[in-house]
């Protein structure tokens, strides 16, 4: 099975954990109580509600994400040396500019993990789906309710893709340096020694023309 695919699933049931006892008025007491309540209650679907909407941020997220950052990277450093403090400011515009663009599905992802009793109505046994978790949040707050958290979301993210990009830089600026050392130090070698016959042919031509002189001397 895929190792990616297994992280991801985990990752999964630790937000839904953390968000459940994250909610005001939190009955749990710790991780393992919130996870076994969940489970005998709800059953391992409760961990994965949220998995389509999770999926469906992921795309619109990394896609603005990765265009922004070259957008302020054009703007900051044209010609892409390697300048820390302009990856580090590229990756926090991106990180904050997708995490805003992208609040309503994070809303909506949250009310899927967390199932908060005041939002499910009297005919429901929980929120499935994305477009269900849409409608109730229209429903309770209006459109300004896809945007709540949208500043926490953000202070959130600005630090983690900063320091993403600032690690992601860092090495492939270590690594290209490292490549250009290893190919001068070839190139300086094949030139030597594709230099060597020539040097050896002068040397001997050399020694012939001092023999030739000596002889003629006497």
Known sequence: MDPILILRMCHLCTTVIKQRMQVYNS????????????????GVRAFYRSYTTQLTMNLP?????????????DYLNKERNYIPMTHVQSGAVAGAVAAAVTTPLDVCKTLLNTQEKCCI??????INGMFAAFKTVYRIRGLSGYW??????????????ALSWFVYELFKHFITQQKESEDGYLSSATVALAAAPQSMEKTYLSKDSRVLYAAQSR
Do not use: D, L
């Not at 009955?27 to 709800?42: D, F, H, L, N, S």
């Not at 997220?61 to 990277?73: A, N, P, R």
């Not at 709540?148 to 893709?161: D, F, H, L, V, W």
């Open 61 to 73: 997220f990394q896609s603005i994400h990765f265009i922004t950052y070259e957008i302020m990277q």
């Open 148 to 161: 709540q958290g949208m500043t926490a979301r953000i202070i959130y993210q600005m630090p983690s893709t």
């Open 27 to 42: 009955p749990y007491k710790g991780c393992w109580e919130c996870m076994v309540t969940i489970y005998r209650a709800e």
């Open 121 to 126: 109505q009297h005919n429901q046994h929980s």
